[in-house]
């Protein structure tokens, strides 16, 4: 199983979306999708269609499902929600990562891919959202504040240097009932800036409730997917030309907290037990890494590829970052 999930998609030709399914006393469902045509929240649109799918073919053997080919897969369908002069005046707000730092990145030896999953029981998780609450911040301001005091763990960086981490933003929240037009990427990020501290963790995570409510207060999201939009609507050959000027800040640690997934996402007839999005691929000194929630479980997730070496480095960080979260 973990194989036909590790092996890469390729962009250039067949199928951006697979799925397949394992048998056994508990059935798996394995969704790969190209991080090029969609993101997490494109995944899990595709979990509820693929469940009406399998719904309807149940029902009538015959069942074709009709194509979506006028749904629009631009960020402009969220600035028409949000409101054009809004992005406008966000994107004075829009705020660059700066000079960043990089996962550390082992060379020599045998590359590979592997996926790391840590999970949070439902009692400690239910203790960790009520710990947010009673110091006025979101589940996502721990788990972040938590990110950070690991990376400090792992890369060591100066004391007092601000540093970035790319947290990613679902721009559904502006759409009616949350979804697209199509299957798409309709994300942006914030680039909230955390220096090393000799300090409790609450000190922490004030530090990143207060960044936090302030990038969300000016709705740099919509401006950074005006500005996108602008910059790529000429086609690919941009996005090539600015390629080597953007690429520092691919290797930026990436955080993407999905949120809860409701058990209702899908529906197959049967319950299901779990749902966990891995997230992309990643080689590097890149890294990324997501969290989510499914029936009062926390999870958090990674796929890389490397040396065993840069593995290790994987499997301290998710060990400090289980850590460092609230008992």
């Known amino acids: 199983m973990y194989g ?8 250039y030709s067949g199928p951006q979306v697979r799925a397949a399914l394992f048998r056994s006393d508990s059935d798996t469902l394995y969704i790969r999708m190209s991080h090029l045509i969609a993101d997490g929240g494109a995944a899990t649109d595709y979990l509820r269609l693929l469940s009406g799918i399998y719904r309807r073919l149940g029902e009538r053997p015959d069942y074709r499902p009709a194509s979506n080919l006028r ?7 969220v600035l028409r929600h949000a409101g054009l002069l809004k992005a406008l005046s966000s994107c004075t707000r829009v705020s660059p990562s700066g000079a960043g730092w990089m996962f550390p990145c082992e060379t020599g030896g045998d590359v590979s891919p592997a996926i790391f999953i840590r999970r949070i029981g439902r009692e400690r998780a239910s203790r960790i959202k009520s710990y947010a609450k009673r110091r006025g911040a979101t589940v996502g301001d721990v788990l972040l504040a938590a990110s ?4 400090f763990t792992v890369i060591d960086p100066p004391h007092g240097v601000p540093m970035p981490v790319l947290v990613s933003v679902n721009l559904r929240r502006y759409l009616p009932g949350g979804r697209g037009g199509s299957l798409c990427s309709l994300t942006a990020g914030y680039f909230p800036k955390i220096a090393r501290r000799s300090e409790p963790f609450e000190s922490t995570l004030s530090r ?9 207060a000016g709705h740099e999201e919509l401006g950074q ?15 090539r030309l600015i390629g080597p000027y953007i690429s520092p800040f691919i290797y930026i640690p990436t ?4 949120g809860v997934i409701e058990p209702g996402i899908a529906d197959f007839g049967i319950p299901l037990e779990e749902v966990l999005p891995a997230g992309p691929m ?3 000194p890149g890294f990324v890494f ?17 040396t065993e070496a840069f593995k290790a480095k994987v499997n301290a960080f998710f060990e400090a970052l289980v850590r460092e979260l609230p008992e």
């Open 290 to 306: 997501g969290s989510s929630t499914f029936n009062g479980e926390m999870s958090f997730a990674s796929i890389v590829c490397g």
């Open 148 to 151: 950070y005091r690991a990376l």
């Open 255 to 258: 955080f993407s907290n999905i």
């Open 208 to 216: 990143v409730r207060d960044t936090m409510a302030m990038k969300k």
């Open 282 to 284: 990643h080689c590097p």
């Open 4 to 11: 036909y999930l590790l092996e890469p998609l390729d962009p």
């Open 71 to 77: 749904g629009s897969r631009t960020a402009f369908q």
């Open 225 to 239: 997917a005006l500005l996108a939009e602008l910059v790529l609507s000429p086609g690919y050959a941009v996005a």
